[in-house]
């Protein structure tokens, strides 16, 4: 009986094992089915076959020109022989390269980022958190192209799931969903089996999600060129040794939508067609330059990888050091390559820790409904009741919890936009010309005012009835300003609390006309900033910095306009902001500005263009000031203030003793006091820049 249930059992574990082989077997036979399809579909059939040599017979040249170090790169493959005329050359995919991707529909892709669990404020603030970079970016333009001589190094790369690179991107976007096009070199052991540093190309339609791959590991590039991708690239450069580098430049056919790479200024290596992208196909709208580490163990993750950049030592190592780009250049639709001042070097560590700084924990996030769905009632309500139809558009979306306050939230692409993240939110420095010795003959050379001013007495406070225009700015550096300013002193060196509505893209994206606070200690220098962006003003009310207002006044329609107040409180120094009369933003608190914790000196009623395009700049800035139209066009055309008040230690609200109508640029700007008797003065201030022959 033991013997027969012996037999079973054996039978049984021998029909298990039978079994187990056979399904491994067959899954063996499928996969190896897979990877021969895979390999039959990367690999096209070769006329000839080049054996590189080994590396110990590769001996590299010592050139001493370094004016011309691109010269110097190409790739090994070439020292063993070269193509037949008509064919290009192709690095050829490997078993074992499959065998080490993560799947084979993963083969040559970067690993996604997961962005299904964030919500939609996260996702415009996303930062990789598999991918740490540090590059040099340039945005708010259309780009058509774009180059750099990159130097090639050799980092380390310990990990075979990790990578290194130093490229070029081009993207039709900054936030997490792009499209792009990138090349450089890089060293990736994982796909390329080694750690050799190699030219490469990637794509992708979906910020690497399913879309895009390296090289020809995918259908997507099409190689035309005698250059090899993921061929390998010498010399290397060394450490105070000699330097080499070779230029890489991709630019789009306006006309087909595709874009071409090519490298050492004019050999091709073919191109991405346009049917493989979306929207880049007709321009990129940022351009970046530098490189990027692809690892599970950046950001939070310790210890942090060891996976090297560049050369592996800090950028201020500069010149034999640290890795570079020279020649840097874009390609707008002048069609010249040129180099973009406005470009700055960020790294996505500065930028995610500016973001936490600034970004409070959302305890609801409110989304705006797009523009065209925001429909403004054109009321025809009497013109003293104009600026109760005013309202912050972000209202009509929802509305704030019981104790919490609307704040407008900052993203990544805000920070881009800044020259750099120290000057985020801030007015252009003011300049000294010292060449007359007299404080009184000193004009600010980036910005034109046009206001009202009273001085001579302490003010405890200020306000008007602000009439709300939509001028047009015509440069992304620019704004234009209609507001109220207290300071301590009517010179150049002041402290000042201001408000006000202003249009200024490059702070907040776009040409909407938004509420704004600002303050300085120090006439611009290094302190203050306008809204949240730095520490200063605190926030207690309903109203929401920087988020746009409306609806707007059009030239003889109907006219709108909201009350703006600062006033002071003497026992704590504090100075409060309050709009539509009643309803309280926030304040400034004492101990920011300085001697202006007692009381104003001068107060201005007003608006600025901020331009490096005026004064004697020429031809002067287009942007335009209140309406755009001069103050003489008055009512319904000019952008006018009334209601003009000061409050005194008198603590009554008055219109001011004495008063003096200011343009610094009359001919460009204008300003008109119509102070008739009998009648609520109204000062009329703005203009429309450029306007000839007056304003060349």
């Given at each position: 009986?033991?013997?027969?249930?012996?037999?079973?059992?054996?039978?049984?574990?021998?029909?298990?094992?039978?079994?187990?082989?056979?399904?491994?077997?067959?899954?063996?036979?499928?996969?190896?089915?897979?990877?021969?399809?895979?390999?039959?579909?990367?690999?096209?059939?070769?006329?000839?076959?080049?054996?590189?040599?080994?590396?110990?017979?590769?001996?590299?040249?010592?050139?001493?020109?370094?004016?011309?170090?691109?010269?110097?790169?190409?790739?090994?493959?070439?020292?063993?022989?070269?193509?037949?005329?008509?064919?290009?050359?192709?690095?050829?995919?490997?078993?074992?390269?499959?065998?080490?991707?993560?799947?084979?529909r993963s083969f040559g892709r970067k690993f996604p980022q997961p962005l299904q669990n964030l919500s939609a404020?996260?996702?415009?603030?996303?930062?990789?958190?598999?991918?740490?970079?540090?590059?040099?970016?340039?945005?708010?333009?259309?780009?058509?192209?774009?180059?750099?001589?990159?130097?090639?190094?050799?980092?380390?790369?310990?990990?075979?799931?990790?990578?290194?690179?130093?490229?070029?991107?081009?993207?039709?976007?900054?936030?997490?969903?792009?499209?792009?096009?990138?090349?450089?070199?890089?060293?990736?052991?994982?796909?390329?089996?080694?750690?050799?540093?190699?030219?490469?190309?990637?794509?992708?339609?979906?910020?690497?999600?399913?879309?895009?791959?390296?090289?020809?590991?995918?259908?997507?590039?099409?190689?035309?060129?005698?250059?090899?991708?993921?061929?390998?690239?010498?010399?290397?450069?060394?450490?105070?040794?000699?330097?080499?580098?070779?230029?890489?430049?991709?630019?789009?056919?306006?006309?087909?939508?595709?874009?071409?790479?090519?490298?050492?200024?004019?050999?091709?290596?073919?191109?991405?067609?346009?049917?493989?992208?979306?929207?880049?196909?007709?321009?990129?709208?940022?351009?970046?330059?530098?490189?990027?580490?692809?690892?599970?163990?950046?950001?939070?993750?310790?210890?942090?990888?060891?996976?090297?950049?560049?050369?592996?030592?800090?950028?201020?190592?500069?010149?034999?050091?640290?890795?570079?780009?020279?020649?840097?250049?874009?390609?707008?639709?002048?069609?010249?390559?040129?180099?973009?001042?406005?470009?700055?070097?960020?790294?996505?560590?500065?930028?995610?820790?500016?973001?936490?700084?600034?970004?409070?924990?959302?305890?609801?996030?409110?989304?705006?409904?797009?523009?065209?769905?925001?429909?403004?009632?054109?009321?025809?309500?009497?013109?003293?009741?104009?600026?109760?139809?005013?309202?912050?558009?972000?209202?009509?979306?929802?509305?704030?919890?019981?104790?919490?306050?609307?704040?407008?939230?900052?993203?990544?692409?805000?920070?881009?936009?800044?020259?750099?993240?120290?000057?985020?939110?801030?007015?252009?420095?003011?300049?000294?010309?010292?060449?007359?010795?007299?404080?009184?003959?000193?004009?600010?050379?980036?910005?034109?005012?046009?206001?009202?001013?009273?001085?001579?007495?302490?003010?405890?406070?200020?306000?008007?009835?602000?009439?709300?225009?939509?001028?047009?700015?015509?440069?992304?550096?620019?704004?234009?300003?209609?507001q109220i300013w207290l300071k301590n002193s009517n010179g150049p060196y002041f402290s000042s609390v201001e408000?006000?509505?202003?249009?200024?893209?490059?702070?907040?994206?776009?040409?909407?006309?938004?509420?704004?606070?600002?303050?300085?200690?120090?006439?611009?220098?290094?302190?203050?900033?306008?809204?949240?962006?730095?520490?200063?003003?605190?926030?207690?009310?309903?109203?929401a910095l920087g988020a746009s207002i409306g609806p707007v006044s059009l030239f003889y329609r109907e006219q709108?306009?909201?009350?703006?107040?600062?006033?002071?409180?003497?026992?704590?120094?504090?100075?409060?902001?309050?709009?539509?009369?009643?309803?309280?933003?926030?304040?400034?608190?004492?101990?920011?500005?300085?001697?202006?914790?007692?009381?104003?000196?001068?107060?201005?009623?007003?608006?600025?263009?901020?331009?490096?395009?005026?004064?004697?700049?020429?031809?002067?800035?287009?942007?335009?000031?209140?309406?755009?139209?001069?103050?003489?066009?008055?009512?319904?055309?000019?952008?006018?203030?009334?209601?003009?008040?000061?409050?005194?230690?008198?603590?009554?609200?008055?219109?001011?003793?004495?008063?003096?109508?200011?343009?610094?640029?009359?001919?460009?700007?204008?300003?008109?006091?119509?102070?008739?008797?009998?009648?609520?003065?109204?000062?009329?201030?703005?203009?429309?820049?450029?306007?000839?022959?007056?304003?060349?």
């Amino acid at each position: 009986m033991r013997e027969t249930k012996a037999k079973i059992l054996f039978l049984w574990a021998f029909f298990a094992l039978y079994i187990r082989f056979n399904v491994e077997a067959k899954q063996s036979s499928m996969l190896q089915t897979e990877i021969e399809v895979k390999l039959r579909q990367l690999n096209k059939p070769a006329v000839k076959t080049i054996k590189m040599m080994p590396y110990y017979m590769l001996k590299s040249d010592d050139s001493s020109k370094k004016d011309d170090l691109e010269t110097e790169i190409f790739q090994i493959w070439q020292e063993s022989g070269s193509c037949p005329k008509g064919t290009i050359p192709i690095r050829r995919i490997l078993r074992e390269d499959l065998l080490r991707a993560d799947s084979l529909r993963s083969f040559g892709r970067k690993f996604p980022q997961p962005l299904q669990n964030l919500s939609a404020n996260q996702r415009k603030e996303f930062i990789p958190q598999n991918r740490s970079s540090a590059y040099l970016v340039t945005m708010g333009y259309n780009y058509i192209g774009s180059q750099a001589d990159i130097n090639v190094w050799n980092p380390k790369v310990p990990e075979s799931g990790e990578f290194t690179t130093a490229q070029i991107w081009l993207k039709n976007n900054n936030n997490p969903y792009f499209e792009s096009v990138e090349s450089g070199w890089m060293v990736n052991p994982k796909l390329y089996r080694d750690g050799a540093t190699r030219f490469f190309a990637y794509w992708t339609r979906d910020s690497y999600r399913s879309t895009g791959c390296f090289d020809l590991t995918c259908s997507g590039f099409v190689q035309t060129g005698q250059v090899v991708l993921g061929g390998t690239i010498k010399p290397i450069s060394s450490r105070r040794g000699q330097q080499y580098d070779f230029n890489v430049g991709m630019f789009l056919d306006a006309h087909t939508g595709n874009w071409y790479l090519k490298v050492n200024k004019n050999i091709p290596v073919g191109y991405w067609p346009a049917e493989i992208l979306g929207s880049l196909r007709h321009s990129a709208i940022l351009v970046e330059w530098g490189g990027q580490v692809a690892s599970s163990n950046i950001r939070q993750k310790t210890p942090h990888t060891t996976t090297q950049m560049g050369s592996g030592d800090f950028a201020d190592g500069r010149f034999k050091n640290a890795c570079f780009m020279r020649n840097i250049r874009i390609m707008d639709y002048s069609l010249q390559l040129k180099f973009n001042v406005q470009a700055k070097p960020l790294s996505e560590t500065q930028i995610e820790a500016k973001l936490k700084q600034l970004n409070k924990p959302a305890v609801k996030t409110i989304k705006m409904m797009p523009d065209y769905m925001l429909q403004l009632e054109n009321s025809s309500i009497i013109e003293e009741d104009s600026e109760s139809q005013i309202f912050q558009t972000w209202q009509k979306s929802g509305s704030c919890p019981q104790g919490t306050i609307p704040i407008r939230r900052i993203l990544k692409e805000d920070l881009l936009r800044a020259a750099s993240l120290d000057s985020f939110g801030q007015k252009f420095p003011q300049h000294y010309d010292n060449s007359t010795g007299q404080e009184d003959g000193y004009v600010t050379p980036t910005r034109s005012s046009a206001f009202l001013l009273t001085v001579g007495f302490n003010y405890l406070g200020a306000q008007a009835d602000i009439n709300v225009w939509n001028p047009k700015v015509a440069e992304t550096n620019e704004f234009t300003t209609a507001q109220i300013w207290l300071k301590n002193s009517n010179g150049p060196y002041f402290s000042s609390v201001e408000s006000g509505w202003t249009v200024n893209r490059k702070l907040y994206g776009d040409l909407a006309t938004r509420l704004f606070a600002y303050w300085t200690r120090d006439s611009y220098i290094s302190t203050g900033c306008f809204d949240l962006t730095c520490s200063g003003f605190v926030q207690t009310g309903q109203v929401a910095l920087g988020a746009s207002i409306g609806p707007v006044s059009l030239f003889y329609r109907e006219q709108y306009d909201i009350n703006v107040g600062i006033f002071l409180e003497p026992n704590s120094g504090n100075w409060y902001l309050k709009v539509k009369n009643n309803m309280a933003v926030g304040y400034w608190p004492a101990e920011i500005v300085g001697l202006l914790r007692h009381s104003a000196t001068s107060v201005e009623w007003g608006g600025q263009v901020s331009s490096t395009n005026i004064r004697k700049k020429r031809p002067h800035t287009t942007t335009q000031m209140g309406s755009g139209e001069f103050a003489n066009g008055r009512y319904q055309q000019a952008c006018y203030m009334k209601n003009i008040k000061i409050m005194d230690y008198s603590l009554q609200l008055k219109y001011p003793r004495d008063v003096t109508p200011v343009a610094q640029e009359p001919y460009c700007y204008s300003a008109l006091n119509d102070a008739r008797p009998g009648i609520e003065p109204m000062f009329y201030f703005g203009g429309p820049g450029r306007d000839l022959p007056y304003c060349p």
